[in-house]
C-alpha cells in the first residue's frame, strides 16, 4: 500500500499537475486533517493507563515535540533518545544475592547487566565485614559490558582481598571473560582499583 500511494502521488504530480493545482487550498487541507484523523491510533489513548508510565511519557513528549516544532524528525529523535534512557535505567538495576555461606566461604549470585548506570549498586551490594576466607562471585546470569564495568569487579575483588580472601569469579559468559581478562587489574601486583 505504501508503495501504491507513493506511485499514485507522482503520477498526480507528473501526470496530473496541472489539474492538481486547481485543487482549492482548503479542500486540500480538510483531505490532510481528515488523513491525520484516520491515521491517528485513537485506541492508544484508552490504554495510557494500562501501558508503563515511561511509555506514556515518551509518546506525550514526542506528540509535544512534534506540534511544537512542526518538525516530525525532532520529535522522533527526542522520542528515541527518551526511550533509550528509560530502557538504561530500568536495565541499570544490578541484583547480588549472597545465596551460600559457610565459615570458610561465601558466594554471591548476581543478576541483571553491569555497566557503567549500574556499577555503584553493584559495588555497594557486597558485605565486606566479616569476610571469609573464600569468596565466589557467580556471574552466569549476568553481563559485563564495558570498562566500568570491569573496573567496578576490580573495586570488589581488591576490597575481598584487602581482607586476605581468595576470591573466584564463575560463571562469566564469553564476552564479559574477554573483557575481564583484557581490563581487569585485581591480578596484577600492587593492583590498585580504577578510578571509573
Not at 507522482?10 to 491525520?36: D, K, Y
Not at 545465596?99 to 557486597?126: C, L, P, W
Not at 565486606?128 to 575483588?157: C, H, L, M, P, T
Request: charged share 15%.
Amino acid at each position: 500500500s505504501t508503495f501504491t500511494a507513493g506511485v499514485f502521488l507522482m503520477f498526480l504530480i507528473l501526470v496530473l499537475g496541472e489539474w492538481v493545482v486547481q485543487v482549492p487550498m482548503p479542500a486540500l487541507v480538510g483531505v490532510m486533517i481528515m488523513v491525520s484523523i484516520g491515521t491517528f491510533d485513537w485506541s492508544s489513548l484508552r490504554t495510557l493507563r494500562k501501558v508503563p508510565l515511561a511509555d506514556t511519557v515518551v509518546m506525550i513528549v514526542t506528540v509535544i515535540t512534534v506540534v511544537a516544532t512542526d518538525n516530525l524528525s525532532i520529535g522522533v529523535i527526542v522520542g528515541v533518545i527518551l526511550s533509550a534512557i528509560f530502557f538504561a535505567s530500568k536495565i541499570s538495576r544490578v541484583k547480588v544475592k549472597m545465596t551460600s555461606v559457610s565459615d570458610q566461604e561465601v558466594v554471591y549470585d548476581i543478576k541483571g547487566q553491569v555497566f557503567f548506570a549500574s556499577v555503584q549498586e553493584f559495588v555497594n551490594s557486597f558485605s565486606y565485614e566479616d569476610v571469609k576466607k573464600r569468596v565466589v562471585i557467580n556471574f552466569s546470569e549476568a553481563q559485563i559490558w564495558d570498562d566500568s564495568g570491569v573496573a567496578a569487579v576490580d573495586k570488589v575483588v581488591l576490597k575481598f582481598k584487602e581482607h586476605h580472601a581468595d576470591v573466584q569469579l564463575v560463571g562469566l559468559n564469553e564476552p564479559s571473560r574477554n573483557l575481564i581478562e583484557k581490563l581487569a587489574t585485581y591480578n596484577h601486583p600492587n593492583a590498585q582499583p580504577s578510578g571509573h
